[in-house]
C-alpha cells in the first residue's frame, strides 16, 4: 500500500483543521480588506487568525489529533495569514506612496514589502525543519504571528490617532523591513509553551488577567501593538543579556585560570 492509499483511508481529522481554515480564511480576507482599502478590518482579521491559530494546536494536542498533514496546512495558513496579509496591508497603507517622490522609491517600498513576505516564508520553513529538534521554551527567530500583529497594530493605532499612511511612508519602510529581518534572525523569544496552567498560581495574575481584558475593551489596539512591540524587542535585550552573559563567564574563567597559574608559578 502507497502512502497515498494510506492517507486516502486515514483521512483528515476535522476539528483541528477546521480551526486552521478559519484562521486561513480570516487572513485572506485581510488581504482583501488591505486591497479594498478597509484597513481596520484587515488588522482586525489578521488578529482573528492569530487567535484561531493559537488554538487550533491547543486543540489537536487536547484531543490528541495531531497529524502531518495538520502541521503542514498549518504552515500555509500562517504564510497567507502572518506573511502576505500583513506585506500587502503595509504596501497598501503606506509604502505605495513612495512611488509618488521617485520610482526608485517606489520600487523600494514594493521590495520592503517582499522581504518581509519571504522572511515569513523563510522563517515557517525553518521551523518545521526544527520541529523536536529544538528547545521547546524559545522560538529562534520573531514567530510570524507575533510579527504580523506588531504591522497590524502599527497601522490600526495610527488609523485611532487619524494618521495617513502615506505620511508615514518613511516611518513603515524601515519597520516592514526590520520586523522581516527579526523573523529569520537567530534571537531566541520566549514561546510560553513550557507554562502550566493547571498549576495553581496567584490572585494577583488573576487580577492581572481581568486588567487586561478591561484594557482590550478601552483601547484594544493600543494594548495589542504596546504588548506585541515589547515581545519583538524582548527578544533583541534577551540575546544581548546572554551574550553578555557569557563574556562574563569567559572574562571570569580567564581570570581564575591566571589567578591558579600565578600561584602554581609562585610556588
Known amino acids: 500500500m502507497t502512502k497515498l492509499d494510506t492517507a486516502k483511508k486515514k483521512g483528515i481529522y476535522l476539528l483541528p483543521n477546521l480551526f486552521t481554515t478559519g484562521a486561513l480564511f480570516s487572513g485572506y480576507y485581510a488581504i482583501i480588506s488591505a486591497i479594498a482599502e478597509k484597513y ?29 498533514f495538520g502541521e503542514q496546512y498549518d504552515s500555509l495558513s500562517d504564510l497567507v495569514s502572518f506573511g502576505i496579509a500583513p506585506s500587502i496591508l503595509m504596501f497598501n497603507w503606506s509604502l505605495i506612496y513612495l512611488g509618488e517622490i521617485h520610482p526608485v522609491l517606489g520600487k523600494i517600498g514594493w521590495l520592503a514589502a517582499f522581504i518581509y513576505a519571504v522572511s515569513a516564508a523563510l522563517r515557517l520553513a525553518r521551523f518545521n525543519t526544527q520541529i523536536g529538534t529544538v528547545d521547546k521554551a524559545y522560538f529562534q527567530g520573531l514567530p510570524s504571528p507575533a ?15 487619524d494618521l495617513i499612511g502615506k505620511d508615514l511612508r518613511f516611518v513603515a519602510l524601515p519597520l516592514t523591513i526590520i520586523v522581516g529581518l527579526l523573523l529569520v534572525s537567530r534571537l531566541r523569544y520566549y514561546s510560553f509553551k513550557t507554562i502550566n496552567f493547571k498549576e495553581n498560581v496567584s490572585f494577583i495574575w488573576v487580577l492581572m488577567l481581568v486588567l487586561v481584558f478591561v484594557l482590550l475593551t478601552i483601547k484594544m489596539q493600543w494594548v495589542l501593538f504596546i504588548t506585541f512591540t515589547a515581545y519583538a524587542i ?27 597559574q600565578d600561584i602554581t608559578t609562585s610556588d
Open 40 to 68: 481596520e478590518m484587515a488588522c482586525l482579521s489578521i488578529f482573528i487568525a492569530a487567535l484561531l491559530d493559537a488554538l487550533d494546536g491547543r486543540v489537536a494536542r487536547l484531543t490528541n489529533t495531531q497529524s502531518e
Open 147 to 161: 510579527a504580523a500583529a506588531v504591522l497590524a497594530s502599527f497601522v490600526w493605532v495610527c488609523l485611532d490617532l
Open 234 to 260: 524582548s527578544g533583541i535585550v534577551m540575546t544581548v543579556h546572554n551574550v553578555r552573559k557569557k563574556r562574563q563567564s569567559k572574562r571570569g574563567k580567564k581570570s581564575k585560570d591566571k589567578d591558579d
